[in-house]
């Protein structure tokens, strides 16, 4: 399956800052998707972004597929943002591969 | 309310017996999936079915069940056979299989 790594592992910030989470995938794929794990466990959808640019408020996210790699970008960070970050691929296999996640802990 | 429904949200299992897990989604999605996430680690999938009466096993479907009678339903059945089912279930559906996947709340499974 296809290898997807995720840095950094753990990010502390204080609120206020921003922060680059990056995801080096190991083959071409057709989808990717960036997710938030809240403290419950749920996970809640970020953006589906196989290629190009997203935007959502304080968020953005960037795919360059040609060179495996997507960014996430948060800027402005609350406390609310904390939890942990999953980047997963798919290749068309019907399988998303999920790295280890990003755990960001945002403090007041 | 459109999502995907997992039932129950905590699940205590004896040794040696079965549990199913309960995946309901009324997003009319045909291919639906189920997860396990270990502590700290992401998700490793266990099943996947793309339509109706059809699934494939996943990376780890070894000690694990799914059926899949009607488009809305995936239950996952926990088998005794499965070694080390302390986990946390997270299932998940997307209209097709290769667009964008949606979660629902998960299931705590803990064997006692």
């Known amino acids: 399956g296809i290898q997807v790594e995720q840095s950094p592992p753990d990010l502390i910030l204080q609120e206020g800052a921003n922060s680059t989470l990056r995801c080096n995938f190991s083959?071409?794929?057709?989808?990717l998707q960036w997710f938030h794990q809240n403290p419950w466990g749920q996970l809640i959808n970020l953006f589906y972004i196989p290629s190009g640019t997203k935007q959502n408020g304080r968020l953005s996210a960037t795919t360059v597929a040609t060179e495996r790699y997507s960014l996430l970008y948060i800027s402005s960070s609350q406390t609310t943002d904390s939890g942990v970050y999953f980047c997963a691929v798919d290749s068309g296999a019907n399988n998303l591969f999920f790295g280890t996640g990003t755990r960001l802990t945002v403090i007041p | 309310d459109g999502g995907i429904t997992q039932s129950p949200k905590y699940l205590f299992r004896k040794e040696g017996q079965n549990v199913t897990l309960s995946c309901e989604q009324n997003l009319n999605h045909d291919a639906m999936y189920w997860y396990r996430q270990d502590p700290g680690q992401g998700l490793r999938l266990i099943y996947y079915?793309?339509?109706?009466?059809?699934?494939q096993k996943g990376d780890i479907a070894e000690g694990y069940s799914v059926s899949r009678e009607k488009k809305e339903s995936f239950p996952l059945t926990v088998t005794s056979a499965q070694k080390n089912p302390t986990a946390f279930y997270l299932c998940?559906?997307?209209?097709?299989?290769?667009?964008?996947?949606?979660f629902g709340q998960g299931t705590r499974l803990t064997v006692v």
């Open positions: 998940a559906s997307s209209r097709d299989g290769n667009t964008e996947a949606f």
């Open positions: 083959d071409s794929v057709n989808n």
């Open positions: 079915s793309q339509i109706v009466n059809d699934f």
